[in-house]
């Protein structure tokens, strides 16, 4: 399934996996969601860009690993035990691509409200808009929802 093809409900329902990264919190479509697994050694790849600078052995095959800090402005982070591998598959360029992002911590799979989705402020957010979809509030916090195509591009 890929980041374009987010199944809202008919009640404007999304279902999300919910994780943060720096201090944010972020959800993701669950429909693009592969698994989750702990950190597993990565190897550096001369010459790729920042935040996608590592490949992993994702059950036999080479993974792209996006840190994706970098593109909303945080910086680097050890890892944690509660650090783990998000992989996902997002279609690029008319195919389905396999990657696994960094979350210093995974939540929960859980409905949002996707119909409360608010555009990135046009001022004093810390974020680049390009790489955001919305922001929905999600209890008592904002929630970031990110276009992960042009996150990664």
């Known amino acids: 399934m890929s980041d374009a093809s987010a199944t809202v409900r008919g009640d404007g329902t999304l279902q999300v996996v919910m994780l943060r990264i720096g201090s944010e919190t972020f959800a993701l479509d669950a429909g693009m969601v592969r698994e989750i697994i702990d950190p597993i050694p990565a190897t550096r790849v001369a010459g790729a860009r920042s935040h996608l600078d590592r490949i992993v052995n994702v059950r036999g095959n080479v993974v792209p690993l996006a840190d994706i800090r970098e593109r909303f402005g945080m910086k680097p982070a050890a890892t944690t035990p509660d650090t783990r591998f998000v992989v996902i598959e997002v279609e690029i360029d008319g195919d389905p691509v396999v990657v696994a992002l960094v979350a210093d911590k995974v939540f929960e ?29 999600c209890d008592d916090e904002f929630v970031i929802m990110p276009d992960i195509k042009k996150t990664l591009i």
């Open 109 to 137: 799979v859980r409905e949002i409200d996707f119909g409360n989705q608010q555009p990135v402020p046009k001022v004093g957010a810390p974020w680049k808009p390009e790489y955001i979809k919305g922001i929905v509030k």
